[in-house]
């Protein structure tokens, strides 16, 4: 422009050699938050201890997780809110209210519903191991032992 200032000009030098700069910083910024947003949807088992050729057990493993302190109980339990997730009832109950997605173990409702980063279920999420253990249970195909 004919009428700019000298003052004007020398600011957009300035931004012609500080905008690429920008642009290379938020584009590498924007790949790191890619990147670590994949990490943390689905929590591999290896990284909290459950060894993933370990056979996780229903009855010891699974059940403490709904009924310990009452931590999911106090609410699903038998006559208040579905599922029952009391020992005696769980694991008909996972079945028969299709909770359980053999075919795709993180697409059943019981892990995905309240796995800690989900913005669902607000009552209450498992912990990390929590969530890792009913994945790889179901990842081994839900037994009831
Ligand atoms: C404070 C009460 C409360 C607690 C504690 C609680 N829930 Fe829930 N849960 C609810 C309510 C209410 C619903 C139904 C509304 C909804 O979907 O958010 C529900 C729904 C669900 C559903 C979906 C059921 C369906 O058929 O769609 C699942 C799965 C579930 N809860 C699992 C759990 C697990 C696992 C725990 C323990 C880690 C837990 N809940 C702890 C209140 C609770």
Known sequence: MKYQSRKND???EFIKIVMPKLMVIVVLVMLISLTN???YKF??????G???????SFST???????SNNNCTTCHKPGATSPDLTAANAYNELNSKNLIDLN?????????YCEPSSTSHSWKKYSEN????VLL????????N
């Open 10 to 12: 020398k600011f957009m």
């Open 37 to 39: 947003s994949c990490t």
């Open 43 to 48: 929590v591999e088992p290896e990284s909290i």
């Open 50 to 56: 459950l060894n993933p050729t370990d056979t996780v």
């Open 61 to 67: 493993q699974i059940i403490p997780i709904f009924t």
């Open 104 to 112: 795709d173990a993180a697409n059943s409702k019981i892990y995905y």
């Open 130 to 133: 929590e969530a890792a253990a």
């Open 137 to 144: 249970w179901i990842t081994q195909g839900a037994h009831n």
